[in-house]
């Protein structure tokens, strides 16, 4: 079945500077990549996705990069802000087993 | 509108005991969730029912019994409660079970004392 590495556990970054989350995967027939946040005492919420068919996608100050080649996804925060601390969890669909499998989730801090 | 909205939010209740999460969603969505998140933040799934038909149901003790009465309803049953079931538990829906987004309720916080 699928499992799926997220790195760094814990991330510390100053206010204002970038911040990348990095996960692998070991099914090569996942082929959807979506990234969840989750805020002290709430639940995860989708902040980005992203398909097998594309490399990189960019919402705002957040970005995802896919290498399907490497197994391997990204999260990319830039201009940090102290709204940004929180869990992320990445996470990736394996058509095989039909569920989506989670990291083990990055603790971002972000320092004033 | 709560999209997924799960109850109760806070349960505390004794070893040995018998409880019930209830889960409902709103958004016509085909298929719902059982996740659980321990003390380490950790997600793992418990059950999936598509259509009220279980799909997933992965390596959970048969204490915990889940119950699909209608696609919009998924609660969850939990027999001879241990210390180890504490954890916070998120009923999820999705549109269905090929590579969708999930949505999560908001948790139910349950501690075993």
């Known amino acids: 079945g699928e499992n799926v590495e997220q790195h760094p556990s814990t991330l510390s970054v100053q206010e204002g500077d970038s911040a990348v989350i990095k996960c692998t995967y070991s099914?090569?027939?996942?082929?959807?990549f979506p990234w969840y946040k989750q805020e002290l005492g709430k639940r995860p919420q989708l902040i980005i996705d992203i398909r097998s068919n594309v490399g990189e996608k960019k919402d705002q100050r957040i970005a995802v990069t896919l290498n399907k080649t490497a197994k391997h996804f990204s999260l990319h925060i830039t201009e940090t802000q102290p709204e940004d601390s929180a869990v992320y969890f990445c996470?990736?669909?394996?058509?095989?087993?039909?569920?989506?499998?989670f990291g083990k989730g990055t603790r971002l801090h972000i320092l004033p | 509108d709560t999209a997924v909205s799960q109850t109760p939010k806070y349960l505390v209740t004794q070893m040995g005991n018998d409880k019930s999460i209830k889960c409902e969603q709103n958004l016509g969505h085909d298929t719902m969730y059982w996740y659980k998140q321990d003390s380490k933040k950790f997600l793992k799934i418990m059950f999936s029912?598509?259509?009220?038909?279980?799909?997933i149901n992965e390596t959970v003790p048969n204490r915990f019994s889940p119950k699909s009465p209608d696609k919009a309803h998924l609660n969850l049953h939990i027999n001879s409660l241990e210390l180890g079931d504490s954890a916070v538990y998120f009923c999820?829906?999705?549109?269905?079970?090929?590579?969708?987004?999930?949505?999560f309720g908001e948790g139910s916080w349950l501690t075993v004392v």
């Open positions: 999820a829906s999705s549109p269905g079970t090929s590579g969708n987004t999930i949505y």
């Open positions: 029912y598509n259509n009220k038909e279980l799909i």
């Open positions: 996470a990736a669909f394996s058509g095989g087993d039909d569920k989506i499998i």
């Open positions: 099914d090569s027939a996942s082929n959807y």
